[in-house]
C-alpha cells in the first residue's frame, strides 16, 4: 500500500468566508447562491455536484445542502446542472440566474427504483470489477490534463474546531494508459489557515490525507491504494441494488476482506456504469477492528509517549463522465481517532476531514507542474499557506460553501 500524503495535525489551519447572490464589482463573474433539497421530504442534501453546463466550472454542496458558484457572464445562459447519487439530474434554467437572486433553491426527485431486475450480469461480481478495471485507459483521459481544484481541512477535537486550513490546489494528472500515479503532481496556487492558540489544542500527529489526495485517492490510477488486480482474490465480491448517478444506472458491487492479511484492509461500494463500465463512485472505510493494523495505515509519526487509537477512517472519491470521458471528481476523507499521553487519566477524540472538489479542468495544458514547484511527500501544509485575514480571500474562486458552524469557529478562533 503507497501512501504517499499527510495531514498534519498539528498547525492544519486556515479560514472560511461566504458570498450571497450579486455580481462581483468587475461584472466579469455572477455568484449564484443556493440551497439543494430532496423534493419529497424537503431535506438538504449534501455532496450533490454542481456543474455549469457545457463546461468544467463545478463545485458540491457542503452538509447543509447550500453551495456557492462563480459562474462567467458569458457561460450563465447554459444553466446549472445538479447531480446526485440515486436522484435524477436537476436543470437550472440559465434565465433565473441573471436576475441575481439573493438565494435559489434546487430540488431533487428521487429515481424510479426500476432497475432491480437488471441487477443480473453476465458473469460474477469480481469478473464486472475485472472488467471495469481493464476497461480503464478507453474510458478515461488519454492526454495530460490540469485541474484547479479546491481544498478544505477542518481538526475538531470533540465538538470544537481547533483548526481549519483551505487552498486551491494545481492538480496534474497524466494519461490513464497505465495504473500508475507516477508524474502526478499537486502544486498550492493559494492558501491560507487558522489555528487555535490553546496549548492544549496541537498535537505532533502526522496522518494520512492532506494535499495530495487526488494523487494518492484515484483509484482508478492508483492501484497501490485500492483495486490492485493481484489483490482482488482477497476480497469477497456481491452483486447489490443497482443505482442512478447523473441520469445513468449503476451496478454496484459491494467488497469486504476475505482472507486474512499482515495490515489492514477495506470494505465498502464501488458503482460502475453500465453502459461504459467506468468505475464512478466508490465509498469504502478502514478496517480499524485490529488497532495496530489500523494504526499502521493510518499514522505516520507521533510523538513518544503519545497514545494513538484510531476508531474510524472513511472515503468517498467520485468520477465524473463528461463527452464520454471519465474524470475525478471529488473526494472525501473522515478520520476519527483518541490519543492519550502516558499516566493521564483522559483522552481527546479528534475528527479529521479533509474535502477536494475539482472546479475546474484545463484538457490542454500548456506548462506541466515541475518537480520544484510540487507540493512534497514530507512537506507541511501549514508551512506553505499563510494566516487567513482577508475576507475576500476567494472572491474569484469557486469553493465549496462553508457550514454556518465552521463560520462560527472561524470567529472564535480569529477573537483568540
Known amino acids: 500500500m503507497n501512501i504517499r500524503s499527510l495531514i498534519i495535525v498539528i498547525l492544519l489551519l486556515s479560514g472560511v468566508t461566504s458570498a450571497t447572490a450579486s455580481i462581483l464589482p468587475s461584472d466579469s463573474l455572477i455568484i449564484v447562491s443556493g440551497t439543494v433539497r430532496e423534493k419529497t421530504h424537503k431535506k438538504k442534501l449534501a455532496g450533490v455536484n454542481l456543474s455549469v453546463r457545457g463546461s468544467n466550472i463545478a463545485t458540491v454542496t457542503n452538509s447543509e445542502g447550500a453551495f456557492t458558484l462563480k459562474?462567467?457572464?458569458?457561460?450563465?445562459?447554459?444553466?446549472?446542472?445538479?447531480?446526485?447519487?440515486?436522484?435524477?439530474?436537476?436543470?437550472?434554467?440559465?434565465?433565473r440566474l441573471y436576475n441575481g437572486a439573493s438565494m435559489l433553491t434546487i430540488w431533487l426527485t428521487p429515481a424510479t427504483k426500476t432497475l432491480d431486475e437488471l441487477t443480473v450480469y453476465g458473469a460474477d461480481a469480481k469478473s464486472l470489477v475485472k472488467e471495469a478495471i481493464g476497461k480503464i485507459p478507453q474510458n478515461y483521459s488519454s492526454s495530460p490534463n490540469m485541474f484547479s481544484s479546491f481544498y478544505r481541512e477542518t481538526?475538531?477535537?470533540g465538538k470544537r474546531y481547533v483548526g481549519i486550513s483551505e487552498a486551491i490546489i494545481d492538480v496534474l494528472?497524466?494519461?490513464?494508459?497505465?495504473?500508475?500515479?507516477?508524474?502526478?503532481?499537486?502544486?498550492?496556487a493559494k492558501g491560507r489557515r487558522l489555528m487555535s492558540q490553546r496549548k492544549n489544542?496541537?498535537?505532533?500527529?502526522k496522518i494520512m490525507g492532506g494535499p495530495t489526495l487526488p494523487v494518492a485517492l484515484d483509484i482508478v490510477k492508483n492501484e497501490d491504494f485500492l483495486l490492485n488486480e493481484s489483490d482482488l482474490d482477497l476480497y469477497e465480491f456481491k452483486m447489490?441494488?443497482?443505482?442512478i448517478i447523473d441520469d445513468r444506472p449503476q451496478f454496484v458491487v459491494g467488497f469486504k476482506p476475505f482472507a486474512k492479511t499482515d495490515y489492514a484492509m477495506y470494505n465498502g461500494k464501488i458503482y460502475i456504469d453500465l453502459e461504459t463500465l467506468s468505475i464512478t463512485r466508490a465509498e469504502f472505510s478502514l478496517d480499524v477492528s485490529d488497532r495496530e493494523k489500523a494504526t499502521r495505515a493510518i499514522l505516520y509519526k507521533k510523538p513518544r509517549g503519545l497514545h494513538f487509537k484510531p476508531q474510524e477512517m472513511a472515503f468517498t472519491v467520485t468520477y465524473k463522465i463528461q463527452d464520454g470521458i471519465t474524470y475525478l471528481n471529488y473526494i472525501k476523507v473522515k478520520?476519527?481517532?483518541?490519543?492519550?499521553?502516558?499516566?493521564?487519566?483522559?483522552s481527546s477524540g479528534f475528527t479529521a476531514l479533509a474535502?477536494?472538489?475539482?472546479?475546474?479542468?484545463d484538457n490542454s495544458p500548456l506548462q506541466d507542474i515541475s518537480r520544484k514547484e510540487a507540493f512534497g511527500r514530507r512537506e507541511i501544509f501549514s508551512d506553505k499557506v499563510d494566516d487567513f485575514s482577508d475576507r475576500e480571500f476567494w472572491k474569484d474562486y469557486n469553493i465549496i460553501e462553508p457550514t454556518e458552524s465552521l463560520e462560527n469557529a472561524v470567529l472564535k478562533l480569529s477573537r483568540r
Request: aromatic share 6%.
Open 173 to 188: 494528472k497524466r494519461p490513464y494508459r497505465t495504473r500508475t500515479i507516477a508524474g502526478d503532481r499537486v502544486r498550492i
Open 155 to 157: 481538526i475538531q477535537k
Open 240 to 243: 447489490e441494488p443497482m443505482d
Open 71 to 95: 459562474i462567467p457572464r458569458s457561460r450563465i445562459g447554459a444553466g446549472i446542472l445538479a447531480e446526485h447519487i440515486g436522484y435524477g439530474t436537476a436543470l437550472l434554467d440559465g434565465k
Open 201 to 205: 489544542d496541537t498535537i505532533a500527529v
Open 335 to 346: 478520520t476519527r481517532f483518541k490519543c492519550d499521553w502516558k499516566r493521564r487519566l483522559f
Open 355 to 361: 474535502e477536494m472538489v475539482m472546479v475546474d479542468r
